[in-house]
């Protein structure tokens, strides 16, 4: 913050990434939608929907977060842990964002250490943002890879379980194919907002909005509908007897907490909405970043910044 305050932004990078709109220039900053050309992540709806992407890895993963429950040992000091540091985390954000916006305007970039013109201290934070970025990278795809393996792999192809030899074996083939997948997704899109968008869009918003909200729907509405006094499971046989079905079950189920069920829909909902139009704003940019205008190529060993 202390560097973006005192230097110019990386016009070289904007430039390159961005063509000659992004060239040096006049720094300046609106309250509102930029207007066309004065955003560096797009114009008009395509740009806010293409910064809501952006923004979404910093509140999201609540469907993970039980995964994480499950390698601790302590599990139930996870959820206060976790709400101490969204709200940290939440702070941060917006009085960074708000920062970094306010000197830079136009030319903020992403990641932002390569909007930094010093070169070393462009090259300090790199460092920093390697080794933070690997340290998450090895945190989540431990346990997306886990998860993965437990529910698909084991659960549905029936492999060997990860505690046992062949079950090891496969689990160690199987990273460097993971990373070797991501690597070259990576790679072969020239713009690094524009695929984070598309996965912030596609996965990170969907597992945080819509997919808790569609089981804490189904969750509520089938615990709700259990008749104590005249239902009955039988543990030996792994049954359970319903005294009825279909429509007229779940919507006694639904009408027990009319008004958390309805509000958990609309949350659904939106949350699909804002993932269909994420989807359509990153898959734009993603066209718009394949016409030849930018310095940026696929697979390209020359980085432009």
């Given amino acids: 913050m202390g560097v973006v305050a005192h230097s110019p932004p990386n016009f070289v990078a904007t430039q390159a990434s961005f063509g000659d709109a992004f060239g040096p220039g006049p720094v300046m900053t609106f309250a509102g939608t930029p207007p066309a050309g004065k955003a560096s992540g797009g114009s008009g709806f395509l740009g806010s929907m293409n910064g809501l992407n952006q923004a979404v890895y910093s509140y999201g993963g609540c469907l993970i977060f039980a995964a994480f429950m499950a390698e601790m040992r302590h599990p139930m000091d996870f959820w206060k842990a976790l709400l101490c540091g969204e709200i940290f985390i939440y702070a941060c954000y917006l009085v960074f964002g708000l920062y970094v916006y306010s000197f830079q305007g136009q030319y903020a970039f992403n990641p932002v250490m390569q909007g930094l013109s010093p070169y070393w201290w462009q090259t300090a934070t790199n460092i920093l943002g390697l080794v933070t970025g690997l340290i998450a990278a090895g945190l989540y795809g431990n346990i997306g890879m886990k998860v993965l393996y437990v529910e698909l792999l084991q659960g549905v192809f029936g492999a060997p379980a990860l505690t046992e030899a062949a079950g090891k074996m496969l689990w160690a083939g199987l990273i460097p194919v993971y990373w070797t997948i991501a690597f070259i997704v990576g790679a072969a899109v020239p713009q690094f907002s524009l695929i984070s968008g598309f996965i912030g869009a596609l996965f990170i918003l969907s597992f945080t909005y819509t997919l808790p909200a569609l089981l804490g729907v189904g969750f509520w509405i089938r615990k709700d509908a259990m008749v104590p006094e005249e239902e009955t499971f039988d543990p030996a046989m792994g049954r359970y007897a319903y005294v009825d079905g279909g429509f007229r079950r779940y919507w006694r189920g639904f009408m027990k907490r009319p008004f958390f069920n309805t509000w958990n829909i609309v949350y ?38």
């Fill in 268 to 305: 659904m909902l939106g949350g699909l909405v804002t993932t269909a139009l994420g989807m359509y704003s990153s898959i734009e940019g993603l066209i718009a970043a394949f016409n030849g205008k930018s310095q940026a190529t696929s697979f390209g060993c020359a980085s432009p910044v």
